[in-house]
């Protein structure tokens, strides 16, 4: 199935006033087209998103998860066109994509010193789409984590990153100095939502040393949702130290895990792709940056 960008933006404009009229007002259509636009996009996607039975709108829990990735494929459709646009009127852009916690500054800094006119956009990857956006042109390269699906792409390994079990405050390890993977025995393990078989052999530790099956924690999506199944006791994860530094919380404690591979980060870009600007970017990279052996 292909979404329909005119539903999804039809279908926020709804999420976000919880109200037909409105956003049919907003939007400079008949309600009734709205309403049939957003009905025919609950078919495709085969659930109902919004709640209907009184006279107060509200989002189902499947159109409340549903309406940050449609925020996010609206942004991404709108920055293909502007980047399109910009090109066909001969002006060079650079777009990068990183992962939360990704070394990007020094890169793009010496990029930006050697091509001041060129504008930078930085876009956030996630996890389970890393590949997409480098093969669809949303972004020209990016900092992803690996393992990655490298067919279609060249691949630069950049560096590793120390990996720490995250905790509530208050769990027996949460003041060990650092920990061995079989003290995590009998967690729950929380889940990389969508994430590739390979994503969690290597985020989730699996299959533990022991070949145990540890207990199955919920899925989460982000940081946010992380930290709540952590407070709430609901299981650990595995994540990279720098992705952990930027949540301090006093709830929260990171142990370091001294016996799991580091996690790794790389350049990546699509293979057939021939423009001087990536390749300039990744000299750039390659200067800043001590890349892993």
């Given at each position: 199935?292909?979404?329909?960008?005119?539903?999804?933006?039809?279908?926020?404009?709804?999420?976000?006033?919880?109200?037909?009229?409105?956003?049919?007002?907003?939007?400079?259509?008949?309600?009734?087209?709205?309403?049939?636009?957003?009905?025919?996009?609950?078919r495709d996607l085969g659930v109902e998103l919004f709640n209907?039975?009184?006279?107060?709108?509200?989002?189902?829990?499947?159109?409340?998860?549903?309406?940050?990735?449609?925020?996010?494929?609206?942004?991404?459709?709108?920055?293909?066109?502007?980047?399109?646009?910009?090109?066909?009127?001969?002006?060079?852009?650079?777009?990068?994509?990183?992962?939360?916690?990704?070394?990007?500054?020094?890169?793009?800094?010496?990029?930006?010193?050697?091509?001041?006119?060129?504008?930078?956009?930085?876009?956030?990857?996630?996890?389970?789409?890393?590949?997409?956006?480098?093969?669809?042109?949303?972004?020209?390269?990016?900092?992803?984590?690996?393992?990655?699906?490298?067919?279609g792409l060249k691949v630069l390994p950049l560096y590793r990153?120390?990996?720490?079990?995250?905790?509530?405050?208050?769990?027996?390890?949460?003041?060990?100095?650092?920990?061995?993977?079989?003290?995590?025995?009998?967690?729950?393990?929380?889940?990389?939502?969508?994430?590739?078989?390979?994503?969690?052999?290597?985020?989730?530790?699996?299959?533990?040393?022991?070949?145990?099956?540890?207990?199955?924690?919920?899925?989460?999506?982000?940081?946010?949702?992380?930290?709540?199944?952590?407070?709430?006791?609901?299981?650990?994860?595995?994540?990279?130290?720098?992705?952990?530094?930027?949540?301090?919380?006093?709830?929260?404690?990171?142990?370091?895990?001294?016996?799991?591979?580091?996690?790794?980060?790389?350049?990546?870009?699509?293979?057939?792709?021939?423009?001087?600007?990536?390749?300039?970017?990744?000299?750039?990279?390659?200067?800043?940056?001590?890349?892993?052996?």
């Amino acid at each position: 199935m292909d979404l329909d960008l005119r539903k999804l933006r039809y279908f926020v404009a709804v999420a976000e006033r919880l109200h037909f009229g409105q956003a049919a007002l907003a939007l400079h259509v008949t309600q009734p087209a709205l309403s049939r636009q957003v009905r025919q996009l609950e078919r495709d996607l085969g659930v109902e998103l919004f709640n209907r039975a009184s006279r107060n709108v509200t989002l189902t829990d499947a159109g409340e998860h549903f309406l940050d990735d449609a925020r996010a494929l609206l942004a991404a459709g709108q920055a293909v066109q502007d980047r399109v646009r910009r090109i066909a009127a001969g002006e060079h852009t650079m777009t990068v994509g990183f992962m939360l916690g990704t070394d990007v500054a020094a890169a793009v800094n010496v990029f930006s010193a050697r091509h001041p006119n060129v504008p930078l956009e930085l876009i956030r990857l996630r996890w389970w789409n890393q590949k997409r956006p480098l093969l669809d042109r949303t972004v020209d390269i990016g900092f992803v984590r690996l393992p990655i699906d490298a067919e279609g792409l060249k691949v630069l390994p950049l560096y590793r990153e120390r990996l720490s079990v995250v905790l509530p405050s208050d769990h027996p390890l949460a003041g060990e100095p650092a920990i061995g993977i079989t003290a995590l025995a009998g967690e729950s393990i929380l889940r990389y939502a969508d994430a590739t078989p390979d994503w969690a052999a290597v985020w989730n530790a699996e299959p533990p040393p022991d070949d145990t099956q540890p207990p199955r924690g919920p899925a989460f999506h982000d940081m946010e949702e992380l930290l709540g199944y952590i407070r709430a006791g609901r299981g650990v994860v595995l994540i990279p130290d720098p992705v952990a530094a930027l949540f301090p919380r006093p709830d929260i404690a990171y142990v370091p895990v001294t016996d799991v591979p580091p996690g790794r980060v790389a350049l990546a870009w699509d293979d057939t792709r021939h423009s001087s600007l990536v390749t300039d970017f990744v000299e750039a990279a390659r200067s800043t940056l001590k890349l892993a052996e």
